[in-house]
């Protein structure tokens, strides 16, 4: 079978197809006979710096739709020919992927293969950051950093339906502004001056939640954002800072509060509360409360240009490599 794989960090050249050995499921696994792969942030940092990579060559890739093609030991309520959508801890990159069972999700109802592929690592994260951990209630106010990428296209439209009083984005360029706007948010800033223009249309006042996935800086400034009793949550590091560690000033002055979410060591650490998550998710978008628009689509072999694509921060919505079909 075909897959893509590096066997250094670098630039997007690095990703090549190769021919690989087709893998069997093990113990609580299925193979998928893959039809679409979506395209993550995360496989750029795993590319260019080696994030969550254990070892090298290296096949990128955290979520897949398809079809089963053959059932390991102990599974049940799968079966080969069967339609599926699987978030997997790498090596969604390849015409057949390993999944574990308990992370492999039926067909949302009436959708499609295509749009399944885009669902499941952004849609339950989004969730997660607004929900689950950022706790939000109805009336608050939001702050989204990435409003026009995966993650903050789920958000901003998440966040409206929890009745959220405002919803505001941040993104790097006007030219993104416009799809955030269709997004649910209310209003859209840029990242120079997004802290000044959150006391200004709050009065002052800040917003209740923040989702960060930049960090450094930009996290440091959010906090400074925050209305009292103000959380953040804090569920990557775009920027590629040293990691920043919380302090007591920062938080006892106003009732702050800092959260973190990471989606692939939930998979490992709490695989049925993942699952739980999940689908609680995708009932959002099965019954349209979310529209995850794929804005680009990509042969397999041209996974390299999917990578520019999104690391040259113009895309917006979701990319997607199309596997086979
Ligand atoms: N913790 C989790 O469970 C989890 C799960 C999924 C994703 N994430 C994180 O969420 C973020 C969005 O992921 P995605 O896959 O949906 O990608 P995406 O948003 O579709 O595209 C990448 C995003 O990163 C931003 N970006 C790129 N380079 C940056 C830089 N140097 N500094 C700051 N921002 C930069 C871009 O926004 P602008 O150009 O508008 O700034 C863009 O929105 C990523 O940081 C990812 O690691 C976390």
Not at 52 to 67: N, T, W
Not at 305 to 318: I, Q, V, Y
Request: glycine share 14%; charged share 20%.
């Amino acid at each position: 079978m075909r897959a893509v794989e590096f066997q250094e960090y670098g630039a997007p050249e690095v990703l090549k197809v190769v021919e690989a050995e087709t893998p069997e499921p093990g113990p609580g696994q299925v193979t998928i006979d893959a039809v679409y792969a979506g395209v993550n942030f995360a496989d750029l940092k795993a590319r260019a710096e080696g994030y969550r990579v254990e070892s090298l060559p290296y096949r990128p890739g955290l979520e897949v739709s398809g079809r089963v093609r053959a059932v390991g030991d102990g599974v049940e309520g799968l079966r080969p020919g069967q339609e599926v959508a699987a978030l997997v801890g790498g090596g969604a990159y390849a015409e057949v992927v390993v999944a574990d069972a308990v992370t492999v999700f039926p067909l949302p109802e009436g959708l499609d293969l295509r749009t399944s592929a885009t669902l499941p690592t952004v849609v339950p994260t989004a969730h997660a950051l607004l929900h689950e951990v950022g706790r939000l209630r109805a009336g608050e106010t939001v702050l989204v950093h990435g409003a026009a990428g995966g993650i903050g296209t789920v958000a901003g439209q998440l966040a409206r339906a929890a009745g959220a009083s405002a919803v505001y984005g941040v993104v790097s360029s006007a030219a993104k502004a416009e799809h955030a706007l269709k997004h649910g948010y209310d209003e859209v800033f840029t990242t120079d001056t997004f802290a000044d223009d959150v006391r200004r249309v709050t009065g002052g006042r800040g917003v209740d939640l923040v989702l960060d996935p930049v960090g450094g800086d930009t996290l440091q400034r959010g906090l400074d954002t925050l209305a009292v009793f103000g959380r953040l949550v804090s569920f990557g590091n775009a920027s590629g800072s040293e990691p920043w560690h919380v302090g007591q000033p920062e938080l006892y002055a106003r009732g702050r509060s800092v959260g973190g979410f990471s989606v692939l060591s939930l998979a490992q650490s709490a695989p049925e509360a993942l699952r739980a998550l999940a689908e609680r998710a995708f009932r959002t978008v099965a019954d349209g409360t979310v529209n995850l628009p794929v804005t680009a689509e990509f042969a397999l072999s041209e996974a390299a240009e999917a990578h520019r694509l999104m690391g040259g921060r113009t895309s917006t919505g979701k990319l997607l490599l199309r596997i086979s079909g």
